[in-house]
């Protein structure tokens, strides 16, 4: 079984939907959120944890993967599925973003990239094909395509020779596939130019592929630069396909977003933020080492169903969190994550009810 993706209704105030992913490992509802486990673990909570979250599906990474343990290792626990205890859907990004990263480490060919471990400093060639071999041995639902991520800024030509690369490698990935029990998207591509964009979205629609994702966004660009380039990108990918919008992660970029059609999401912003103490509300971020918070009864956030929310105060929190206590990790994680669980499933409750937009004006941004 492959994927498939079905529009269950359309908003009538924007171009908001909501969808059924269906993949090998279960269904997902969209807008969906997808937090990040990096390297086979979201960070400091179990899969038990996370089920009992609503998460449905999360994201592992490629490029750490691929180094450390190394695909073959498990591709022998049957995928990421047995190696790491999760048996709801799994996406797992090429590692082009990751290669992107490596500015100083890599070098990029027609062929591919040839990259240093950022972990022991040996030599590696990343080419599309074997992007696709990694993630085939992962066993992930949904794989990516191999793809150039240009800094922001980027002169023009330097994006347009990046928007042909990414095209040619997206075209060796699709003929890469040994099976088609993985959806593999591809990834569109052009900086922050819309012509660009456009070509990028137009050449990876003639390869064909079950879902699309727009990469290059949130790398550094003014939000309204990026809500311009999104939302006239968005649009060009095919309407019964499933949208994804790769890295970006502020809640009220993520309605903003879903109100131009998109209906995946990623970022590290939940846990990665639950780790140096800020914590999501409707009202904004708390930031729980503040010394306001050392006699505070309170609880992150009032109404919170959360685990967290239910049993701990402020005032513990940020003792925890003071106390550089490993639960403190724990308990701020699982707040955030049900946070944006609790954000996706307003999200579509709104678009059903047709008050996005008042949606958007409740959440502090």
């Known amino acids: 079984?492959?994927?498939?993706?079905?529009?269950?209704?359309?908003?009538?105030?924007?171009?908001?939907?909501?969808?059924?992913?269906?993949?090998?490992?279960?269904?997902?509802?969209?807008?969906?959120?997808?937090?990040?486990?990096?390297?086979?673990?979201?960070?400091?909570?179990?899969?038990?944890?996370?089920?009992?979250?609503?998460?449905?599906?999360i994201l592992a990474n490629t490029y750490h993967l691929y180094l450390r343990p190394g695909h073959e290792v498990i591709a022998g626990f049957d995928g990421l599925h047995g190696f790491m205890h999760w048996d709801r859907p799994i996406l797992t990004d090429s590692g082009g973003f990751q290669v992107f990263s490596l500015a100083m480490l890599r070098k990029i060919t027609d062929e591919g990239v040839m990259f240093q471990s950022h972990i022991d400093g040996s030599k590696h060639l990343f080419t599309p094909e074997k992007?696709?071999?990694?993630?085939?041995?992962?066993?992930?639902?949904?794989?990516?395509?191999?793809?150039?991520?240009?800094?922001?800024?980027?002169?023009?030509?330097?994006?347009?020779?990046?928007?042909?690369?990414?095209?040619?490698?997206?075209?060796?990935?699709?003929?890469?596939?040994?099976?088609?029990?993985?959806?593999?998207?591809?990834?569109?591509?052009?900086?922050?130019?819309?012509?660009?964009?456009?070509?990028?979205?137009?050449?990876l629609i003639e390869i064909g592929f079950p879902g699309y994702a727009i990469g290059g966004l949130s790398v550094g660009e003014p939000q309204d630069l990026m809500n311009e380039i999104a939302s006239c990108t968005l649009p060009l990918l095919p309407k019964e396909l499933p949208r994804y919008v790769m890295g970006v992660g502020k809640p009220e970029n993520l309605i903003d977003l879903v109100a131009m059609g998109a209906d995946m999401f990623d970022c590290v912003l939940p846990t990665r933020n639950a780790r140096n103490g800020q914590l999501f509300t409707r009202r904004g971020t708390v930031n729980i080492k503040n010394a306001c918070y050392i006699s505070d009864h309170d609880p992150v956030e009032a109404g919170?169903?959360?685990?967290?929310?239910?049993?701990?105060?402020?005032?513990?929190?940020?003792?925890?969190?003071?106390?550089?206590?490993?639960?403190?990790?724990?308990?701020?994680?699982?707040h955030n994550i049900h946070f944006f669980m609790q954000l996706m499933k307003d999200i579509r409750t709104a678009i059903a009810d047709n008050r996005l937009g008042s949606l958007r004006r409740e959440i502090a941004g």
């Open 1 to 57: 079984m492959s994927i498939s993706f079905e529009i269950l209704l359309e908003s009538k105030e924007n171009a908001a939907r909501v969808g059924r992913l269906r993949t090998p490992h279960g269904e997902i509802e969209t807008p969906v959120f997808m937090p990040v486990g990096t390297r086979a673990t979201v960070k400091s909570v179990t899969p038990e944890e996370l089920k009992d979250l609503g998460v449905s599906i």
């Open 131 to 203: 992007a696709i071999e990694i993630q085939e041995a992962l066993g992930a639902d949904i794989i990516m395509c191999f793809d150039e991520c240009v800094p922001y800024p980027a002169a023009r030509e330097y994006v347009m020779s990046s928007v042909e690369l990414t095209a040619d490698w997206a075209r060796r990935c699709r003929q890469a596939q040994r099976s088609d029990r993985a959806g593999l998207f591809g990834i569109v591509q052009g900086g922050m130019y819309t012509d660009l964009r456009a070509e990028s979205a137009e050449r």
């Open 304 to 334: 919170c169903s959360c685990y967290t929310c239910r049993n701990y105060s402020r005032s513990y929190l940020r003792h925890l969190y003071m106390s550089k206590e490993i639960l403190s990790y724990t308990l701020n994680t699982i």
